[in-house]
């Protein structure tokens, strides 16, 4: 019904900036709360940062400060800029949507994940 694909993940120098986006497309009516998570190798997958729907914001506090996540309501998109990236960022970002769907069953959908991977 649904589907989140994410984008821009790679490969890059610590203090370097990636930007990660998700698009989302499907039965779509409207959007609650988007978000990234990300699980580094070994770890336990954790929140990154989340938006509402009407903008409120939060961070884990290993990116506070250097990470920021925005949305697109119009276009189904939720991005998170990364700056000042160090090689504990390294791990596999996740995409978060809270959806309602056209016959308003309130549902939660994943990414697939891309890959960030931050050098020393």
């Known amino acids: 019904q649904v589907q989140l694909v994410e984008s821009g993940g790679g490969s890059v120098q610590a203090g370097g900036s990636l930007r990660l986006s998700c698009a989302a497309s499907g039965s779509i009516f409207s959007f609650r709360a988007m978000g990234w998570y990300r699980q580094a190798p070994g770890k336990q997958r954790e929140l990154v940062a989340t938006?509402?729907?009407?903008?409120?914001?939060n961070y884990a506090d290993s990116v506070k400060g250097r990470f920021t996540i925005s949305r697109d309501n119009a276009k189904y998109t939720v991005s998170l800029q990364m700056n000042s990236l160090k090689p504990e960022d390294t791990a596999v970002y996740y995409c978060?949507?809270?959806?309602?769907?056209?016959?308003?069953?309130?549902?939660?959908?994943w990414g697939k994940g891309t890959l960030v991977t931050v050098s020393s």
């Open positions: 938006i509402t729907s009407v903008g409120n914001t």
């Open positions: 978060n949507a809270h959806i309602v769907l056209q016959n308003f069953q309130d549902m939660e959908y």
